[in-house]
């Protein structure tokens, strides 16, 4: 049994276009649009070896002038009939889609890249440049990053994806390595910065007694480290830090129990912002429910201290809330 039964339709359009030839099919490539282009030149090119007895099957009505012979597709001889077909810089563009171009893995650490990040640096490109970029993400990224920035912009990214027409390859080259050496390195070093939010973050689960060891150990052993660890870390006291308004949403997300266990001992500054966004009612009953705690052990305590900053943290991610300031805020402008 021949080959054909299990070839698809873009493999048997191949094959016969292969068979074809350049003078025979190109009438036949002239009616396909770039999209059944690129279907059937990657078919062709993953075609391999097509048996004579399936090429028969295939050209029928053409087996006087194909006989018996066979085709082999592969990357080369589809180039070269593309190069005999169209213009040389639409050929190369479809071989790259093909072959995947050699820019290809800064698309995909862009498509790792968070929305708002690339959102951010889309809003300072040309709005040519970010249409280009924006037709090379997955449309589920792009139709997030485009929620993202300001609607003058992403009216005018829109309208310039609408008509952007064939890229030249030069231009895209040119872009992936503007990618490559700008925002790649920035982001390798927003990654690192990330790394030391998150050991920030895993301190913060400590208690008191494992946090001090731990970061006098980390101190000794790298202290700029450790002190750049300490100012990313949100402790307790520093809910009094936040907005009222902030602060507000934070206290009646957390248990009363939990509060009032974790105000019991709290730095007067702290308990006295806590208590300053509550009702007269509520705040009465928050005192008496501290008060009839009695004395409890410092390990609970913390346990309770660190529930309520994980309440922050959590609503801070989901961007409820303002948490506390990082490194980088000094240079955001805000518009």
Do not use: C
Not at 86 to 96: N, Q
Not at 116 to 131: C, D, S, V
Not at 307 to 331: F, H, P, Q, S
């Amino acid at each position: 049994m021949s080959q054909l039964k299990r070839m698809s339709g873009p493999e048997r359009a191949a094959t016969l276009l292969l068979t074809l030839g350049h003078e025979k099919g190109k009438e036949v490539w002239e009616q396909l649009d770039d999209d059944e282009i690129r279907i059937v030149s990657e078919a062709m090119a993953r075609l391999g070896s097509v048996d004579p007895a399936t090429v028969e099957d295939l050209l029928t009505d053409f087996s006087s002038r194909v006989g018996s012979a066979a085709v082999m597709g592969d990357y080369e001889r589809t180039e070269r009939l593309l190069l005999q077909l169209m213009p040389k810089d639409r050929a190369e563009l479809i071989m790259e889609e093909i072959r995947g171009p050699a820019g290809r893995d800064i698309w995909q650490k862009l498509s790792n890249v968070p929305d708002q990040t690339l959102a951010t640096y889309l809003k300072n490109e040309h709005p040519q440049t970010a249409a280009v970029i924006l037709t090379k993400l997955d449309e589920s990224q792009a139709a997030r990053v485009l929620a993202n920035l300001p609607d003058a912009v992403a009216v005018e990214v829109v309208h310039r994806v609408l008509v952007l027409g064939t890229i030249p390859r030069e231009v895209l080259q040119r872009l992936e390595q503007t990618l490559r050496s700008d925002f790649v390195s920035a982001l390798a070093t927003r990654v690192k910065h990330d790394s030391f939010e998150k050991v920030a973050r895993i301190f913060n689960q400590f208690d008191s007694g494992t946090e001090a060891r731990v970061m006098n150990a980390m101190h000794q052993a790298d202290a700029e480290a450790a002190a750049r660890i300490r100012s990313l870390m949100f402790v307790f006291d520093d809910l009094a830090k936040l907005s009222r308004q902030d602060l507000q949403l934070v206290v009646r997300a957390v248990k009363s129990q939990d509060l009032a266990l974790a105000l019991k001992g709290a730095a007067a500054p702290v308990k006295e912002a806590v208590l300053g966004t509550m009702s007269e009612r509520a705040r009465a009953m928050l005192l008496d429910e501290i008060s009839m705690l009695g004395p409890q052990r410092l390990r609970d305590v913390d346990k309770a201290q660190q529930t309520v900053i994980a309440m922050a943290e959590a609503m801070a991610d989901d961007g409820r809330i303002i948490l506390r300031k990082t490194e980088d805020d000094d240079a955001v402008l805000v518009e």
